[in-house]
T-cell receptor, first 117, second 114 residues
Framework: EAQVTQNPRYLITVTGKKLTVTCSQNMNHEYMSWYRQDPGLGLRQIYYSMNVEVTDKGDVPEGYKVSRKEKRNFPLILESPSPNQTSLYFC????????????????FGEGSRLTVL | AQSVTQLGSHVSVSEGALVLLRCNYSSSVPPYLFWYVQYPNQGLQLLLKYTTGATLVKGINGFEAEFKKSETSFHLTKPSAHMSDAAEYFCAVRVPFGNEKLTFGTGTRLTIIP
């Protein structure tokens, strides 16, 4: 089954304790992205990756890091989490460049709810 | 840069009534447009999309949307609401040949009144 898998789904942590949210897709997609969802703000892009070893900042990258060493994996790293990073996080992937015979439809994971105390 | 505005953060309709969720976009080039639905405690699921061609697109669960370039709109409709339609709906825009970013609206929570 084609899917995007995130772990953990739920996490409560404390300020300053490094954590990593993993994301893996089994669709051989080149493009992957992380979003955070907050009430009243919709989804905002944190980082994205066009391919292996190619990553770039989205709209709200502060306090986050990513890496793309393998095509299927795109972990989100919070080096020193703070309470303002309490949010619902989504990883997403798509097959190709929108406009090159592809619609650019994103496939989403089920989300990771993070609470930073 | 592209942007999306969803009018109405909360919409309530009676079961069997018309559902209309509004979405207006801003883009410097003809965009690709999407509607996603999010059920409680779940990820986002694609409802429908417009890329090129026919401006009236049909999606899953009886939803459809019409791309109106002159009005820069992509409103979502369903003729008859069902209780199972209660969810949050997001409109999104993506620019072809851009950096692949999908820009979302702030969402509309749809409540169905029995």
């Amino acid at each position: 089954e084609a899917q995007v898998t995130q772990n953990p789904r739920y996490l409560i942590t404390v300020t300053g304790k490094k954590l990593t949210v993993t994301c893996s897709q089994n669709m051989n997609h080149e493009y992957m992205s992380w979003y955070r969802q907050d009430p009243g703000l919709g989804l905002r892009q944190i980082y994205y990756s066009m391919n292996v070893e190619v990553t770039d900042k989205g709209d709200v990258p502060e306090g986050y890091k990513v890496s793309r060493k393998e095509k299927r994996n795109f972990p989100l790293i919070l080096e020193s989490p703070s309470p303002n990073q309490t949010s619902l996080y989504f990883c997403a992937s798509s097959s190709g460049l929108a406009g090159l015979g592809e619609s650019g439809e994103l496939f989403f994971g089920e989300g990771s709810r993070l609470t930073v105390l | 840069a592209q942007s999306v505005t969803q009018l109405g953060s909360h919409v309530s309709v009676s079961e069997g009534a018309l559902v209309l969720l509004r979405c207006n976009y801003s883009s410097s080039v003809p965009p690709y447009l999407f509607w996603y639905v999010q059920y409680p405690n779940q990820g986002l699921q694609l409802l429908l999309k417009y890329t090129t061609g026919a401006t009236l697109v049909k999606g899953i669960n009886g939803f459809e949307a019409e791309f109106k370039k002159s009005e820069t709109s992509f409103h979502l409709t369903k003729p008859s609401a069902h209780m199972s339609d209660a969810a949050e709906y997001f409109c999104a825009v993506r620019v072809p040949f851009g950096n692949e970013k999908l820009t979302f609206g702030t969402g509309t929570r749809l409540t169905i009144i029995p």
